[in-house]
C-alpha cells in the first residue's frame, strides 16, 4: 500500500531554518505530483507548496522566497526547504501525493494519499 513518512519537524526560533522530508513507497514516485500542506490548532488544512514530476513549482503567497520545495526521483522523496521561518508557522506539516495528470492542485481534497504529519513548532 501507498505510504507517505514525513521527518525533520522540531522546534525553532524565529529566523532559523528547518527541511522536511517525505519518502514515498507504494507508488511509482516519478507520476506523482507531491506537495506540503499543514494546519494549525482550529484552522484548515492549507496548501503551502507542490512540485510536478521534475521542477514545476507552486507556493502559496504566504511561504513564497522563504520555502522552497524539491524532489529526488531517484530516492522517492520530497523536500520542504523552510528558511526564516515565522512563529505563524508554527502548524503540523502534512506531506500529500496524487497522480501527475491531475495537476498541480492546491485543495486537500485534490489528494487522495497522505503522511501522518510532523510539527513544526516555532518561537518568537
Known amino acids: 500500500q501507498v505510504q507517505l513518512v514525513e521527518s525533520g519537524g522540531g522546534s525553532a526560533q524565529a529566523g532559523d531554518s528547518l527541511r522536511l522530508s517525505c519518502v514515498a513507497s507504494?507508488?511509482?514516485?516519478?507520476?506523482?505530483?507531491m506537495a506540503w500542506f499543514r494546519q494549525a490548532p482550529g484552522l484548515e488544512r492549507e496548501f503551502v507548496a507542490g512540485?510536478?514530476?521534475?521542477?514545476?513549482?507552486r507556493y502559496a503567497d504566504s511561504v513564497k522566497g522563504r520555502f522552497t520545495i524539491s524532489r529526488d526521483n531517484t530516492k522517492n522523496t520530497v523536500y520542504l526547504q523552510m528558511d526564516s521561518l515565522k512563529p505563524e508557522d508554527t502548524a503540523v506539516y502534512y506531506c500529500?501525493?496524487?497522480?501527475?495528470?491531475?495537476?498541480?492542485?492546491?485543495?486537500?481534497?485534490?489528494?487522495?494519499?497522505w503522511g501522518q504529519g510532523t510539527q513544526v513548532t516555532v518561537s518568537s
Open positions: 500529500a501525493a496524487r497522480p501527475l495528470n491531475l495537476g498541480l492542485g492546491a485543495r486537500p481534497s485534490n489528494y487522495g494519499y
Open positions: 507504494g507508488l511509482n514516485f516519478s507520476y506523482y505530483v
Open positions: 512540485i510536478s514530476r521534475y521542477t514545476t513549482t
